[in-house]
Nanobody
Framework: QVQLVESGGGLVQAGGSLRLSCAAS????????MGWFRQAPGKEREFVAS????????YYGDSVKGRFTISRDNAKNTVYLQMNSLKPEDTAVYYC?????????????????WGQGTQVTVSS
């Protein structure tokens, strides 16, 4: 079972940028899709982005399209989330997740392993 550790969260002003990283343990990282989800206080966990095992195809939630970019470096066992033009509505705990297969799915139930989360706070 893969272990995931997120990093890169913090406090940023609206309009600013952050890059989150998710380091995965294990030798099969390149064989499955990866995703990012977020959860704000009082709200359900929300899909943000996912990327297939090749790193070519990806999905994005409607609220982040055009602003966030997901990428991966299989040689480093790491997936990234570049977040630009941040808004206060982006404030949440961001979770990295490993998919159950190689395709970039969007539903929470298709991801099996989860990181501990990293806090992103966007001030107005």
């Amino acid at each position: 079972q893969v272990q995931l550790v997120e990093s890169g969260g913090g406090l940023v002003q609206a309009g600013g940028s952050l890059r989150l990283s998710c380091a995965a343990s294990g030798r099969t990282f390149s064989s499955y899709a990866m995703g990012w989800f977020r959860q704000a206080p009082g709200k359900e966990r929300e899909f943000v982005a996912s990327i297939g095992w090749t790193g070519v195809n990806s999905y994005y939630g409607d609220s982040v399209k055009g602003r966030f970019t997901i990428s991966r470096d299989n040689a480093k066992n790491t997936v990234y989330l570049q977040m630009n033009s941040l808004k206060p509505e982006d404030t949440a705990v961001y979770y990295c997740a490993a998919g159950r297969g190689p395709f970039p799915t969007t539903s929470l139930g298709t991801f099996g392993s989860w990181g501990q989360g990293t806090q992103v706070t966007v001030s107005s």
